[in-house]
């Protein structure tokens, strides 16, 4: 009790002293700013004391030190759309709220951008574009998530297998350390080899070593064109192993999602059409070359003859408005599983390419076991598969099953050489499972490196590695800018 009222004593005399070194107006206190900064796209809760907007680069130190002195949590901020509340300022404190800072200058000589944390993907994406540059990561999220949020998550995309993830095309990092010092990791340069790469740790570590002020991004040209194709199976097991056949040949498409036949129904219901006449309720395959157009037609000749051999059904995009209804396919899956259940754990794992097909079995087999809905998609040319085990909150037994079912499939993944995390990373929802991933020797060397540039404990603390169940924590009732689905669902 006097430790509580000590520490709450010292994060107001924190709080009144940051108002004088940075200005009360970089500081929101009323409660609707605190409850938008309190969670991310995983909504839960935990409010903070206060938002903090800097205005400069030396606010940024300044804050940082004084959080260090008077042992006051600082949880930086983006964009909001993380869906593992590592973006959740879980033991309150300070939110460091970047998404001002919006900057991008686009250099299209060398091929880079120079970006400030809060520019947001798509900008980045569409300054580049005007130059006839490319930035790939591709998250869904792009118009809601800034660059320094995936760069402290290294998000992926549906590309990621052609064109990689964030951290391929990062060349350089500014920003300060958890003690308040400015730090410039790498540089504005397409080559660097002095010392250790501070900046590859920094990227994917969750806002826990680190605040990035400034980035340098690798740009490429942009593909000149792109050919849409949609491909139905019977059977999961008949998609991904096609999938394979064309991997194999080689051929490396920029885009391969694989869709489950519980999450074509969801899709099919959702919008009372089959997307197949012929075929309802098929597994899909939804396949994007792109690339030079000379390219794109050999590609093609090799894509149609593989489809006739192993598909029941096809189609292709013969102009960009027949590309998007394609794609409409893959972009109403996620809403549309919300007539299975009212809640989902949404898992983004990893495995093997050889162990595709136990672990579609395996999550038929968690279907039956726990009579819980299992729609699966996935980017399959990098094996990452997006799980979803939906259950309704209220129904206490259900969400009892979730828990349960969520650890068999971790467990699952773990045994088949998998990764419990593909993109999305740990934050509060995937700590449960981290030792699943890592041995002790693995977790000591991580928690030495925290300790070493964090030893106070300040900076995003709770995230990754303390065990937090997040199923037991009712999820806020809000509305975020990215929802599409009812307000009642
Ligand atoms: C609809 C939707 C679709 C999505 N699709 C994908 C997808 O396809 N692929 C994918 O990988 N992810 C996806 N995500 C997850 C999410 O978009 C990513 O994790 C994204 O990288 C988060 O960016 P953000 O700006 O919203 O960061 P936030 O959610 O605000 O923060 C995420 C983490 O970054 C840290 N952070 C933020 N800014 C900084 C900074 N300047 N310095 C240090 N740390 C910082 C935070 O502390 C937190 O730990 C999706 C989310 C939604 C809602």
């Given at each position: 009790m006097k430790?509580?009222?000590?520490?709450?004593?010292?994060?107001?005399?924190?709080?009144?002293?940051?108002?004088?070194?940075?200005g009360a107006e970089a500081i929101r206190t009323d409660s609707k700013s605190l409850f938008e900064a309190s969670l991310d796209n995983a909504r839960l809760s935990f409010l903070p004391d206060a938002v903090i907007f800097p205005r400069k680069e030396e606010d940024v130190g300044a804050l940082l030190k004084l959080a260090n002195r008077h042992r006051v949590p600082v949880t930086p901020r983006g964009g909001g759309t993380a869906t593992t509340g590592a973006a959740s300022p879980v033991q309150g404190g300070w939110v460091l709220d970047l998404t001002y800072w919006r900057s991008v200058k686009i250099d299209a000589e060398s091929g880079m951008a120079t970006v400030q944390p809060g520019a947001r993907i798509a900008t980045i994406q569409r300054a580049a574009e005007r130059k006839g540059w490319f930035y790939p990561p591709d998250p869904s999220s792009i118009k809601y998530a800034t660059i320094g949020g995936t760069i402290a998550t290294n998000a992926g995309g549906m590309s990621g297998a052609k064109y990689g993830v964030t951290r391929d095309y990062i060349f350089g990092l500014e920003g300060f350390l958890p003690t308040g010092e400015k730090v410039r990791w790498a540089a504005g340069l397409k080559k660097f080899a002095s010392g250790y790469n501070m900046r590859d740790l920094w990227i994917g570590s969750e806002g826990t070593l680190g605040v990035i002020t400034k980035a340098v991004l690798k740009l490429i040209p942009k593909p000149q064109a792109r050919w849409t194709f949609l491909a139905a199976f019977p059977k999961e097991v008949q998609a991904l192993r096609a999938a394979r056949k064309l991997l194999k040949v080689p051929l490396m498409p920029a885009i391969l999602e694989f869709l489950d036949r519980q999450t074509v129904q969801c899709l099919e219901n959702y919008t009372a059409k089959p997307?197949?006449?012929?075929?309802?309720?098929?597994?899909?395959?939804l396949i994007e070359l792109d690339g030079h157009e000379a390219q794109i037609a050999e590609e093609k000749e090799v894509v149609m003859q593989w489809a006739y051999e192993h598909a029941s059904h096809f189609r292709e995009a013969t102009s960009l408005e027949e590309a998007e209804e394609l794609?409409?396919?893959?972009?109403?899956?996620?809403?549309?599983?919300?007539?299975?259940?009212?809640?989902?754990?949404?898992?983004?794992?990893?495995?093997?390419?050889?162990?595709?097909?136990?672990?579609?079995?395996?999550?038929?087999?968690?279907?039956?076991?726990?009579?819980l809905a299992t729609p699966t998609f996935g980017h399959i040319a990098d094996g990452n598969f997006h799980v979803h085990i939906m259950f309704n909150r209220g129904d206490k037994k259900q969400a009892r099953q979730a828990e349960k079912a969520i650890h068999a499939l971790m467990q699952k993944v773990v045994s088949l050489g998998g990764a419990i995390s593909g993109e999305h990373g740990i934050g509060l929802a995937k700590t449960p499972f981290l030792r699943l991933q890592h041995n002790r020797a693995e977790i000591n060397t991580m928690l030495a490196i925290k300790k070493a540039l964090d030893p106070n404990y300040i900076l995003n603390p709770g995230k990754i590695f303390d065990p937090y169940q997040v199923w037991k924590k009712e999820p806020a009732k809000v509305r975020l800018p990215w929802d599409h689905r009812p307000k009642s669902s």
């Open positions: 430790a509580k009222k000590k520490d709450r004593t010292q994060r107001e005399k924190a709080l009144s002293l940051l108002k004088r070194k940075i997307v197949f006449k012929a075929a309802p309720n098929s597994s899909l395959l794609w409409a396919v893959r972009r109403v899956c996620s809403q549309a599983m919300f007539q299975m259940g009212d809640a989902k754990l949404n898992e983004d794992i990893v495995v093997p390419m050889q162990s595709y097909i136990p672990l579609i079995n395996h999550t038929l087999k968690l279907k039956r076991d726990f009579g």
